[in-house]
Structures are given as C-alpha cells and as structure tokens.
C-alpha cells in the first residue's frame, strides 16, 4: 500500500523560509508526477507546484512563482517544496498528491485535485505578520 507523508510544516514569521518533504512508501515513486496543494480554512483546495516523473517538467501557480521551488529525490522516493519570502495569506495546510497515469504529463488537468489519486495527511503552514 502505497503512503504519501509530508513533513517540515510550522509556525513561520512573513519573510522567512521553510521546507517541505513527502515521502513515498511503496509503489513506484519515480514514474509518476507529483503535485502540491493547501488549502486554508473555508476555501477550496487549491494548486500550489507540480513536477514530472523526471524532473524535467516543472509548474507554479502564480501566486507562488518566484518564491516557492518544487524539486525530487527519487532515489529517496520524496518531493520537496522549498517556500521562501513567506507571507500570512501562504498560510494553509499543504498537501503532496501522485499524479494519476505512469509518466503522464498533461497538462490540461494539471491543477485539478481530480487528476491525483493519492494524497498524503497534510502538513500546517503559519505565516505570522
């Protein structure tokens, strides 16, 4: 059974940095894309950063481009999410999600939570102003 399972989530003041891991058990990590999401309280899920099997793919949402970097170990079967000049409106609880499809990198459901079928328990995110 494969498990997603993030971690590094905290209390940060707005400026400062922290780093993501989602770590895979199981499965076949390395031949599948990977996605982040948050979603802060009463709002929907949202796209945060994606990446393909290899790397070579990678996507932001705006609100995060510039700032936010998504990368992959997959010799550690893990995603990582670099957040650097936080800000308070960042503060949710982000979510790691597989891809659906062996090495599919489309790109017209890329930011639909729809289009993953595995999501990891979430880690909280708290930027202070």
């Known amino acids: 059974q494969v498990q997603l399972v993030e971690s590094g989530g905290g209390l940060v003041q707005a400026g400062g940095s922290l780093r993501l891991s989602c770590a895979a058990s199981?499965?076949?990590?390395?031949?599948?894309?990977m996605g982040w999401f948050r979603q802060a309280p009463g709002k929907e899920r949202e796209f945060v950063a994606a990446i393909n099997w290899s790397s070579s793919g990678i996507y932001y949402a705006d609100s995060v481009k510039g700032r936010f970097t998504v990368s992959r170990d997959n010799a550690k079967n893990t995603v990582y999410l670099q957040m650097n000049s936080l800000k308070p409106e960042d503060t949710a609880v982000y979510y790691c999600?597989?891809?659906?499809?062996?090495?599919?990198?489309?790109?017209?459901?890329?930011?639909?939570?729809?289009?993953?079928?595995?999501w990891g328990q979430g880690t909280q995110v708290t930027v202070s102003s």
């Open positions: 199981g499965g076949t990590f390395n031949m599948f894309g």
């Open positions: 999600a597989r891809r659906k499809g062996r090495y599919y990198d489309g790109s017209s459901s890329r930011e639909n939570p729809s289009a993953y079928d595995l």
